[in-house]
């Protein structure tokens, strides 16, 4: 089921002014766990793409992470702590007992005058999140917020489970959402598939996560990206007006094929993964960031944006790089 995500006419718009991340110090290669189950590097390789992924200290916490990506996203766009309104945290890996990441982090950089909220949409949280902030600036209901996704997968994950442990890592990345010109943040489309939510879930014994490997395969690769060409065609841009399109990084072989069903050929397909994991809800700011890091996108270009995951829920949007 997809939701409308259409932006009356009139409204006045909302943009992304400065970017941010946090990759963690260590890095987990492929090789490593390779021989933690007996397998090659390259057995892992072929079924995630992923070479390494990386993986939080102790002292890399959740609410860490995401300072240090909101610090940098803020230097980026040239404001103030005390120049934000509204803190969104994207995470489904905090530990509830910690109490909210939000005001954590709105208090750690000094931005006493924001609101703060934490949001759970899993690996769709950040598309979720930068929609719920472009609305809040299009209302009026803020002038400034900071999106931060931050994520430490690997506290979820059973060691010994070869299925989670091989895919995912830790990191975080942030954005700032500001006022802005009505076509550089799109409007959102977005949909759930409530039936299928076992297939990623965190089972009630261990409290490990577990996941359905295929199926969410089958389902990723049939369901997310006619979502994916509904927020194109709401947004009004053309396929081949795209820069690039960043697709959550749940493992390289369901990018590919969600890039190769989108058809826009002449954009740059983010490949995080590679070095990264599967980051969940922190993958698409992380990918954004590397692009533009890189030169591959430039200011202004347009990307789009596809969150899927747990729940099941699924987001994408079309931005305009900072």
Request: with cysteine.
């Amino acid at each position: 089921m997809v939701g409308s995500g259409v932006v009356p006419a009139g409204r006045k718009g909302a943009r992304l002014s400065g970017l941010g991340a946090y990759r963690p110090s260590r890095s987990l290669t492929s090789e490593e766990l390779g021989r933690r189950f007996g397998r090659s590097a390259e057995w892992i390789e072929i079924r995630t793409g992923f070479v390494s992924r990386w993986t939080a200290e102790k002292h890399e916490t959740v609410a860490v992470m995401a300072t240090a990506a909101a610090g940098e996203a803020l230097l980026d766009s040239q404001l103030q702590a005390q120049d934000v309104d509204l803190v969104i945290v994207a995470s489904c890996s905090n530990d509830p007992r910690a109490g909210g990441v939000a005001a954590q982090v709105a208090q750690s950089l000094g931005a006493s005058r924001a609101g703060a909220m934490d949001l759970n949409a899993a690996c769709a949280g950040f598309c979720y999140a930068t929609a719920v902030a472009a609305d809040a600036v299009r209302a009026g209901s803020a002038r400034h917020v900071l999106v931060v996704a931050s994520e430490r997968m690997t506290d979820l994950v059973d060691p010994d489970d070869l299925g989670t442990s091989i895919i995912f890592g830790d990191g975080a990345g942030a954005v700032v959402v500001g006022p802005g010109d009505s076509s550089a943040i799109g409007p959102v489309a977005w949909g759930h598939d409530g039936e299928k939510a076992s297939f990623i879930k965190i089972d009630e014994t261990s409290k490990f996560l577990r996941m359905n490997g295929q199926a969410v395969f089958r389902w990723a690769t049939s369901a997310v990206h006619p979502v994916a060409r509904s927020a194109c065609e709401r947004a009004g841009i053309a396929l081949d007006d795209l820069a690039a399109v960043i697709p959550h990084q749940a493992n390289l072989r369901i990018v590919d094929q969600i890039a190769a069903k989108i058809g826009a050929g002449r954009a740059v397909v983010a490949r995080e993964g590679v070095t990264s994991g599967n980051t969940s809800a922190a993958s698409i700011p992380l990918a954004l960031h590397s692009l533009r890091r890189r030169g591959a996108v430039g200011s202004g270009d347009h990307a789009l944006l596809i969150g899927f995951g747990a729940g099941l829920s699924l987001a994408a949007l079309v931005v305009q790089v900072p």
